[in-house]
């Protein structure tokens, strides 16, 4: 800190304070230009002004106050001018607060807090038993979910079915579920990792919808130079996917979890794609505490359920697929996150493995 003198342009003294930036309140009161009329008409603005006029005189204003620390140095003050310059800024400050309150919260907590009227899918079997869809304000993707694969299924079931929409009750020989695995740590990248499926469409459907080569020629197994990713564009014919998006703890506590789904089944239902492998989408959980949910490998010869969480989300999850409340299934493809296709028509293939290889329990390792 400095102190000091400076020459005013007037060519008078003033004591000034330097301390790497000039202070913009030092100079309050210092300049003699001020005019008691100003003044009286600021006093005039303030509540008591109507019992008493405000009147400066000599016993009002200190002309000369010395302040020890500069020595001699005058600083000339305003002490009734300045109470009233804060008495304004406080006033100021009041109506400012009042006239927030009065325009209440903003347009999105109002948004947030109204409760959006749900289909009544959400409210039925097998939907019910997952609290994604009770739980995400994606009004749009409950729309989605309804109008796309609730409402053609059901109408189809009893017999109506429209010219142009997924067939839901077609006979096949296999009916697959992807479980999707994730957690609370990697919930937020989750819609990150269907990226590629673009990339690397699941079937050849898909390739076709996607622009890619659609090659009717590879069909069936009569050739003995046929390695086995060699599958042909029939698979889809003859079996049917569907993909769980299964969540290891509970939807309703984890709004990233929510929000993460909500991206992919939009993203489902914008039609073409890797959508067009599938039949169906759903948002499951496994209701793991988070406490319990644990995947800790540093631990492994210390902690006894370091690994708590990925194998009490498996046996969830076989539970929920064997159950038969989201459909029968023959078996589910349990594709984690860190399983990324390196290849186009890597459903086909699982498919195509399966028709190979059954009967079987557990197949691949």
């Known amino acids: 800190m400095q102190t000091g003198r400076r020459t005013s342009a007037g060519g008078r003294e003033q004591s000034y304070v330097s301390d790497e930036t000039d202070r913009p309140w030092d100079g309050l009161g210092q300049d003699d ?32 106050d010395y302040d020890p620390r500069f020595g001699n140095s005058k600083q000339k003050t305003y002490k009734l001018p300045m109470v009233i310059l804060f008495a304004i800024v406080a006033a100021g400050s009041a109506v400012y607060t009042i006239s927030k309150k009065k325009e209440g919260p903003s347009s999105e907590r109002i948004l947030e807090e109204i409760e959006i009227v749900k289909p009544d899918f959400v409210f039925e079997h097998p939907y019910i038993s997952s609290s994604y869809y009770t739980s995400t304000k994606s009004l749009k993707t409950l729309q989605s979910v309804d109008k796309f ?3 053609p299924k059901k109408n189809q079931l009893a017999g109506k079915k429209v010219e142009g929409e997924k067939d839901f ?108 492998c599938f039949d169906n989408i759903y948002a ?44 029968n299934y023959d078996g589910f493809y349990l594709m984690e996150g860190d399983s990324i296709p390196i290849k186009s028509y890597w459903l086909d293939v699982v498919l ?5 290889n059954r009967p079987f329990a557990i197949m691949g390792a």
């Not at 109507?50 to 200190?62: F, G, M, Q, Y």
């Not at 195509?352 to 190979?356: A, F, G, L, N, P």
Request: charged letters at 25%; glycine letters at 6%.
């Open 33 to 64: 230009s001020l005019d008691k009329s100003f003044f009286q008409t600021i006093s005039s603005w303030l509540p008591f002004a109507k019992e008493k006029s405000l009147d400066l005189n000599e016993n009002d204003v200190d002309d000369y």
């Open 149 to 151: 694969q609730v409402q």
């Open 169 to 276: 009750t077609r006979d096949t020989q296999t009916r697959l579920a992807i479980l999707r695995p994730f957690c609370a740590f990697d919930a937020g990248p989750l819609p990150t990792t269907f990226d590629c499926w673009q990339s690397f469409p699941p079937c050849k459907v898909a390739a076709f919808e996607l622009g890619g080569e659609f090659d009717e020629d590879m069909l069936g197994y009569n050739d003995e130079n046929k390695t086995f990713d060699d599958v042909g564009s029939h698979m889809q014919k003859n079996a049917k996917a569907d993909v769980f998006l299964f969540y290891s703890q509970t939807f309703s506590e984890n709004e990233v979890a929510i929000k993460a789904v909500d991206k992919i089944i939009d993203q489902y239902f914008e039609g073409g794609g890797w959508a067009q």
């Open 284 to 327: 499951v959980e496994a209701n793991i505490p988070a406490d319990l949910d644990n995947y800790i490998p540093p631990m492994q010869e210390y902690l006894y359920n370091w690994v708590n969480g990925p194998n009490r989300q498996f046996e969830a999850g076989f539970r929920i697929i064997q159950s038969g409340e989201w459909g």
């Open 352 to 356: 195509s493995e399966i028709e190979m």
